[in-house]
Each structure stands twice: as C-alpha cells, then as structure tokens.
C-alpha cells in the first residue's frame, strides 16, 4: 500500500547540516529497503498560491491554504506492506525529530479510476 508522508515545521525552524546529511542518509537507506517511491522538499509557503473555484470562478490566494502554524515542507511517497511499517518508516525519518510528519495512506480505490 502506498503512503504519503506530510511533513510540516513551524517558521522557526532552519535545517542544519547534519540534519541534511541524515535526511540523505534515510533516502539512501529507504530506496535501499525498496520502500520510497518518490519525495522532495518544496518552496516555502508563502511562496504558494491557493486556487478554488466558486460559483463558476476562479479564486486565488497567495499562500498556504490553511493559517496553521505549521506548514507543509516537504513530502514522501512510500510503499509499505501495512500501517505499521509506514509509520515505523516515518518515525525514523530524521525530521520526526525536530518537526511533524502526517502518515496517510493513499486511497487506491478511488485512484485507479
């Protein structure tokens, strides 16, 4: 089955060194296991823009969809045999340390139509 890490960190959090140097260590080892699929970092959030339509229109907003205090900052995609090696998989990411990951399963049901 498939899962999406979220990972999310508030805005005073700055990546050091090392902790780069472990995040490439776990790709490393995750791809070496044959678990992740796919993954990146993304721009900050206020980079982003917002996109909805109401009523026929479209709606734009510049930033993040949500005002939370933590904001999504990168993300992986991961292929597990069930919901306990996922999150085993996420908790030993180097960012479960010093942000927040969000383990969701991909919905196949609905994605192979």
């Known amino acids: 089955m498939q899962y999406l890490l979220i990972i999310s960190h508030d805005d005073s959090f700055t990546p050091t060194e090392t902790l780069i140097r472990d995040i490439g260590s776990w790709i490393k080892e995750m791809e070496r296991r044959g678990v992740r699929m796919y993954g990146n970092p993304l721009r900050p959030a206020n980079d982003a823009t917002t996109a909805r339509v109401r009523e026929g229109k479209v709606v734009l907003k510049k930033g993040p969809f949500s005002d939370s205090i933590e904001k ?24 479960a340390k010093v942000a927040t990951i969000e383990v969701r399963a991909v919905w196949n049901e609905l994605a192979a139509r």
Do not use: G, K, W
Request: overall charge negative; charged content about 25%; some cysteine.
């Open 72 to 95: 999504m900052c990168a993300y992986e995609l991961i292929e597990c045999a069930s919901d306990e090696e996922a999150i085993e998989v996420a908790s030993s990411h180097p960012m």
